[in-house]
């Protein structure tokens, strides 16, 4: 779960009946004062075109209304290492290219992220089934790039 400006939050991605989703869903707080959330699906599950494969155990933040989801664990089980951010405002997904020479995350699942003085702040997880993480990983948003932690 991830929040934007507007007090809204955005879910990616998880379990449904069994399998892993790439479902995209935005909830937003009614100002009526009875406190009724509504929800948008704003991307159902989904294989084609140019967006995040079906995961579960992945992470995601917001950062200026983009939603960030990092890793995770497709339907295969293999662990993941991509980034992907999605704009709000134009409803596009891109991923992040790590560049030849930059600071490459190791797959992971199970981990946790925060964003915090516009970097996201990722945290432990699972490498391996008898592999537990106990790393910090730090992208820079303005970078916009994996950076030594600090």
């Not at 991830?2 to 790439?22: A, H, K, P, Y």
């Not at 516009?118 to 970078?143: A, C, P, R, Y």
Request: hydrophobic share 35%; with cysteine.
């Amino acid at each position: 779960m991830s929040e934007l400006s507007d007090g809204s939050f955005l879910v990616f991605g998880g379990f449904v009946n069994g399998s892993r989703t790439n479902e995209l869903a935005k909830f937003s707080m009614s100002d009526s004062g009875n406190q009724v959330i509504s929800a948008q699906m704003l991307q159902e599950n989904n294989t084609q075109g140019n967006l995040p494969k079906p995961r579960a155990s992945h992470s995601s933040t917001c950062w200026n209304d983009k939603l960030y989801v990092f890793g995770g664990q497709d339907d295969d089980n293999n662990k993941l290492e991509d980034l992907w951010e999605f704009d709000c405002a134009s409803g596009a997904w891109r991923e992040i290219q790590i560049q030849e020479g930059d600071v490459k995350p190791l797959c992971r699942s199970g981990h946790t992220a925060v964003t915090y003085a516009d970097k996201m702040w990722v945290f432990g997880g699972i490498l391996e089934l008898t592999k537990e993480l106990n790393d910090m990983i730090v992208f820079d948003f303005k970078q916009m790039k994996f950076v030594q932690g600090e």
